[in-house]
């Protein structure tokens, strides 16, 4: 079992992660944070919308969709079992 | 019941002033049930103000509680206290008063975690909040439970279970509040939520750098700017770059691993999660999964690639359909009663001015504000339906990507596509967004939406100067209306963001089943609202613009109409003598309306609008325009009535319809009107100015006249440029004519389409092609970042 760091946004329907950290010179960086968004944190891309963009994750137990523009500022590992 | 006190004597008055008035601040995630809870406790709420973050952002209900007064403070709703939106930072103000009164935090127990944050921050600062654990029904059957003693032992704060819908808890949760205990946590006092150690030492030197008191002496909002300071990146400060650093070696050496003091926001905002977590996991079970699989099931469906959108499309057709064509039946009534009204006062009331002013001044105004009532509660009686039970976020989500091109959140589809049917209601949809600027915005971008009321205009026009192929034309002239608004949006865009980043974050709500009762209450407030605030502005506008069109009362006329008729009754007899008198009647009250100092604005203008190729009586007729846009044209066919050749008005057939029709084209065309000339006219018709209950109500919402009069005359210039710019366009071919509409049509078209396909492969944007985390890369897609800090 190897892991690697994607970008939140380059995660596929139903694929899981562990937010290994956020872009702090995002603008929207500190909302992130707030809602939850912090190193350590499962998250699962749940769905995506008709047109690719935004896409819904959950987090902490409540569902949220995130646009490209916020899910490329934080980084995630996902553990290939392959 | 304070007046019965004070007739009393000085006594009982000192007693209310001794402290029997309490004010409870309350704050909590958006969509923890707030509200509800609010209105649970309070009843009738007695004022009501705009929605949050408009002008009033606060709302303010009282209760009675064995002879105390509580007064609720409903403030708007907040993830965290570091604002992200202007309302939000109206919550973080209202809590450097609310330390020293109460206040009330709602949780949602069903999603304890992330409600948790704000308390988590209130505590560092040293606010004690009363907790109320809302929505405890659906914790409670989602299989959580609780220990509350414990819970509120290791948070030091009173936690009561309550339940905003039906208002159970809400009797003992205002019965602790009637004791009054203030919501300052001694600083000595430490709860499992509170800032660590380190983090409170290092915050207390920011304090003293800037010459400010101890961490203990401080109060809750300078504590708090302190630990913005420790966790900002801005390192021109140099001693204060060494208390992060001290802070940074710090954490490093109890936490056992390197802590890097330039990743400070997100070190706090993971040590707040692992307090939480540790409260959450010492206290409660939480079931792992929110979501039910009904709820799953209905998203695969609701949300699917290829279904969604043609559900989503069927809903909104739905809506549309009940909302205008329903609503049509009613209007009808409305209309129908206040015309039978006028007839009735029209009789009744002796003949002369108050009784002009009295019919078509005030009755047909307060008809003209009535009337837009069933559309008004239509909508939100769907928009109500489809918020409660969690659709519209769905909705939002799938329709995100089209909307984000403007600049707009996907929530804004709802007002935008009812513009479609009529401005005013899709103004007042513009509350479904949280945002202020997102809510300027769309107020701004829909009466670029042609509504209904602008299609005669259309229709009349572009049958005279297009009779081949009038449904070309009409299209032409909404595709460059549409492009028009979608570069607009995109422009503003590109322009705010560079000030406010606004964040995208949509929640997606578990699905419910919306209650009666809270319908009700939403229709209620809206009906009354529209009325109240709105109405009086539209009301008073229609009033004005009646005064200009029937003022002066006599116009002096060029020459002695009723000797003319006379003397006509006298050499002529029979058809004759009815149509020479007609003709005299049609050019004397031309004559009168020329007089009217609407027409005399309508020629004070006209040097303006000269270049854009308009005569006088074009002018004119765009100022009732802004009443409603249908009057346009029949102002014009009043004006150009004498040039044509009378139609027999008593028969009203079709066919004879149709021969004023192309009479009034004839007169046009004699006076100049070329078909471009009219093209041009149709498009300033359509951009020039929103109809005044547009205006009313913008000005309601926005809450700003300024606001309301930039707009205008915006959509002024607008169209004024648009048109000008059309106009020397279509000079410059001389052959002017159905082509050059065709040419100008796929221009505008092929725009939209390739705006479209990019919009839909999703390139060209900072954020797709950026990879998050290099700063070089942000520093060249976001460039504005540095004037943030």
């Known amino acids: ?71 490329s500022s934080i980084a995630v590992e996902v553990s290939d079992n392959d | 019941m304070t007046k019965q006190k004070d007739s009393k004597g000085v006594v009982s008055a000192e007693e209310t002033l001794q402290g029997e008035h309490r004010k409870v601040y309350l704050l909590g995630n958006p969509n923890c049930g707030k509200t509800s809870l609010f209105n649970a406790i309070t009843g009738e709420r007695l004022h009501v103000g705009n929605w949050p973050g408009v002008t009033v952002s606060r709302i303010e209900g009282r209760k009675d509680v064995d002879g105390k007064i509580l007064s609720f403070v409903d403030l708007p709703g907040a993830y965290s206290l570091t604002p992200a939106s202007p309302e939000e930072k109206i919550v973080l103000q209202n809590m450097g ?102 983090w409170q030492k290092a915050a207390e030197k920011v304090l003293l750098l800037n010459g400010g008191k101890s961490w203990a002496a401080s109060e809750p909002l300078a504590r708090y700017d302190s630990i913005v300071k420790l966790t900002g990146r801005d390192t021109s400060d140099e001693k204060l770059t060494l208390v992060r650093r001290e802070l940074a ?43 039910t699989p009904l ?46 009204l006028a007839e009735f006062f029209k009789n009744v009331l002796p003949k002369g001015l108050l009784a002009d002013l009295f019919v078509e001044g005030l009755i047909n105004g307060v008809g003209s504000v009535v009337v837009f009532l069933p559309n008004i509660l239509i909508l939100f009686f769907w928009i109500a339906l489809l918020e409660d039970s969690g659709y519209m976020s769905r909705a939002a989500f799938m329709v995100d990507r089209l909307m984000e091109g403007m600049g707009l959140h996907g929530r804004a589809f709802i007002p935008m596509i009812m513009g479609v049917g009529c401005n005013v209601p899709a103004v007042m949809a513009t509350r479904i967004l949280d945002d202020k600027f997102q809510r300027y915005l ?20 572009s049958g005279i100067f297009f009779p081949q192929n009038p449904a070309l034309c009409m ?37 419910r089943f919306p209650t009666p009762k809270s319908l009700w209450n939403l229709l209620k ?158 498009l300033f018709t359509l951009l020039y100015i929103p109809c005044i209950a547009t205006v009313g109500v913008v000005w309601r919402e926005s809450g700003s006249a300024a606001f309301t009069l930039l707009t205008l005359l915006c959509y002024f210039m607008i169209a004024y440029g648009v048109s000008f710019a059309t106009l020397k366009i279509g000079q410059a071919d001389p052959t002017f004519n159905e082509l050059g509409v065709i040419f100008l049509g796929l221009l505008a078209l092929a725009f939209i389409l390739s705006k479209l396909v990019r919009a839909i492969k999703g390139s060209g944007r900072p954020g797709a092609a950026c990879s998050g985390n290099c700063s070089a890369c942000h520093a060249v897609c976001a460039p504005s970042e540095d004037e943030l800090n």
Not at chain 1, 38 to 44: E, F, L, Q
Not at chain 2, 107 to 121: C, E, F, G, K
Not at chain 2, 298 to 327: Q, Y
Request: charged share 20%.
């Open chain 2, 97 to 198: 008063l609310a330390w020293n009164e109460q206040v009330l935090n709602v949780v949602d127990a069903s999603n304890l975690n992330r409600n948790l944050l704000l308390t988590a921050q209130l505590l560092e600062i040293g606010i004690r909040p009363v907790i109320a654990l809302n929505c405890f029904d659906s914790f409670s059957a989602m299989g959580g439970t609780i220990d509350l003693k414990l819970f509120s032992n290791m948070t030091g704060c009173e936690v009561f279970p309550t339940v905003g819908r039906t208002g159970d808890g809400t009797v003992v949760l205002s019965e602790y509040l009637a004791q009054g205990k203030t919501a300052a946590l001694p600083s000595e006092e430490r709860t499992c939520l509170s800032l660590p150690e380190e």
């Open chain 2, 295 to 340: 709820h799953e099931k209905l998203d695969d469906v609701l949300t699917h690639r290829f279904w969604g959108f043609p559900i989503f499309l069927l809903i909104m057709a739905l809506v549309f359909w009940t909302t205008f064509s329903i609503g049509n039946i009613p209007m009808e009534w409305i209309e129908n009663s206040f015309a039978w």
């Open chain 2, 475 to 511: 299209f032409t002239l909404f595709a460059i209306n549409i492009l028009v608004m979608v570069l607009l949006g995109h422009f503003i865009h590109i322009f705010a963001e560079a000030k406010s980043p606004a964040p995208f974050m949509l929640e997606m709500p578990p699905y």
């Open chain 2, 525 to 682: 407030d809206k009906a009354l609202d529209f009325l109240v605030k709105a109405g009086t502005v539209v009301l008073a506008g229609t009033v004005v613009i009646w005064v200009l069109q029937a003022f002066p009362r006599q116009v002096p006329l060029s020459f002695d109409y009723k000797a003319e008729v006379a003397a006509y009754e006298q050499t002529l007899d029979g058809e004759e003598l009815s149509s020479a008198i007609q003709e005299l009647e049609q050019r004397k009250t031309i004559e009168e309306l020329e007089g009217r100092y609407i027409a005399k604005i309508g020629k004070f203008f006209q040097p303006v609008m000269a270049p854009l190729g308009f005569t006088w009586r074009e002018t004119v007729s765009l100022i009732p325009g802004f009443l409603a846009k249908e009057t346009v044209v029949s102002v014009l066919n009043i004006l150009y009535m004498p040039m044509s050749s009378p139609a027999d008005s008593e028969e009203l057939s079709p066919e004879a319809e149709q021969a004023q029709v192309t009479d009034l084209g004839d007169a046009m065309r004699k006076n100049g009107i070329t078909p471009l000339k009219a093209f041009v006219f149709m």
């Open chain 1, 1 to 71: 079992m190897t892991t690697e760091i994607k970008l939140l946004a380059e995660l596929d329907e139903g694929m899981e992660g562990v937010i290994h950290n956020i872009d702090l010179d995002s603008p929207t960086a500190q909302r992130l944070l707030d809602l939850g968004f912090v190193p350590g944190t499962p998250i699962k891309a749940l769905r995506k919308a008709p047109m690719g963009d935004p896409v819904t994750y959950r987090i902490r137990g409540y569902e949220v969709g995130l646009r490209k523009s916020e899910s």
């Open chain 2, 442 to 461: 769309s107020m701004f971008l829909i009466p670029f939406v042609t509504c209904s009321a602008r299609l005669p205009v259309l229709v009349l026009l």
């Open chain 2, 249 to 291: 070696e710090d954490l490093s050496k109890t936490l056992n691993r390197e802590v890097r003091e330039d990743n400070l926001a997100s070190e706090l905002a993971a040590d707040r999660y692992r307090r939480i977590g540790c409260v959450i996991s010492a206290t409660s079970q939480v079931p792992e999964k929110q979501m």
